[in-house]
């Protein structure tokens, strides 16, 4: 691993997927977007149908819309990201993970568990998370409203940035999830992976006005996306511990053997 850019350490050949955070970020971006798309169907229509007819008509001109958007939200995220990674060295202290469980191996998957219990719709009050960012919005929302209607590429840009700190549960899942990290850089990668990720489905919401609409009747794919995140989180989580565990007991186990051959 790059010393300074994630706290993960290993002293042995058993790597575990928090090994890898950016994996991580775009599996939790792909499956966060079932959710996502049906709260931010409806910004994503409007965004659509307030565009001129002829814009609407132009392929090329609604991707250059809504790729706009999207790229505004995403660095938001990313930002988001590089600020909460800065934060996190006096969270988390990349010393401690030199002995015994790496910290990033029992938090990072304890919290996808929480977040797939979240979007599986088994864990609800998970949504308190957004109470965090509520007084943000509110001084940001203003200037989102000041840049409608939107008529030019540079003011879809900077209200995609305005868009990216909505309060959203898998959105503050995953900057909490940055904060393993333990630099401003790691942090602002996790989170402009995290923002790729969400970018397929919210893309083509942009297209597909319906879409959003489509996805809230297939309930049971909610469940399938948070119990996928579940599983994911107790696998990494035994992996993550369990090679660390035998480690440390055989390493006192030697420690003994040299005092009594003493």
Not at 24 to 43: E, F, K, N, P
Not at 117 to 145: D, F, N
Not at 162 to 190: E, H, I, R
């Amino acid at each position: 691993m790059r010393p300074g850019l994630f706290l993960t350490t290993t002293h042995s050949d058993n790597v575990a997927i928090w090994d890898f955070p950016l994996v991580v970020a775009a599996i939790l971006g792909l499956v966060s977007t079932v959710h996502c798309v049906g709260m931010c169907g409806g910004i994503v229509g409007m965004l659509t149908m307030s565009l001129p007819a002829e814009v609407r008509q132009n392929r090329v001109q609604l991707l250059s819309y809504t790729l706009s958007y999207n790229v505004g939200r995403v660095v938001s995220y990313t930002l988001a990201g590089v600020a909460a990674g800065a934060l996190s060295g006096s969270v988390f202290d990349p010393e401690s993970a030199r002995e015994g469980p790496s910290v990033v191996r029992i938090v990072a998957p304890l919290l996808v568990v929480a977040i797939g219990l979240y979007l599986a719709g088994w864990l609800p009050r998970w949504t308190m998370l957004e109470r965090i960012g509520v007084p943000l919005w509110r001084a940001i929302e203003p200037y989102g409203k000041r840049l409608l209607p939107i008529r030019t590429l540079p003011k879809a840009l900077m209200f995609g940035m305005v868009w990216g700190w909505l309060p959203c549960s898998p959105v503050y899942s995953a900057l909490a999830l940055s904060l393993t990290t333990g630099s401003a850089l790691g942090g602002g990668l996790f989170m402009l992976v995290f923002g790729i990720g969400t970018l397929p489905t919210l893309m083509t919401a942009g297209f597909l006005a319906g879409l959003a609409t489509r996805i809230r009747r297939f309930r049971h794919l909610n469940k399938l996306a948070g119990a996928s995140l579940v599983v994911m989180g107790l696998i990494g989580l035994v992996l993550g511990t369990v090679p660390h565990v035998h480690e440390h007991v055989h390493h006192e186990g030697l420690q003994q053997e040299i005092q009594q051959n003493r």
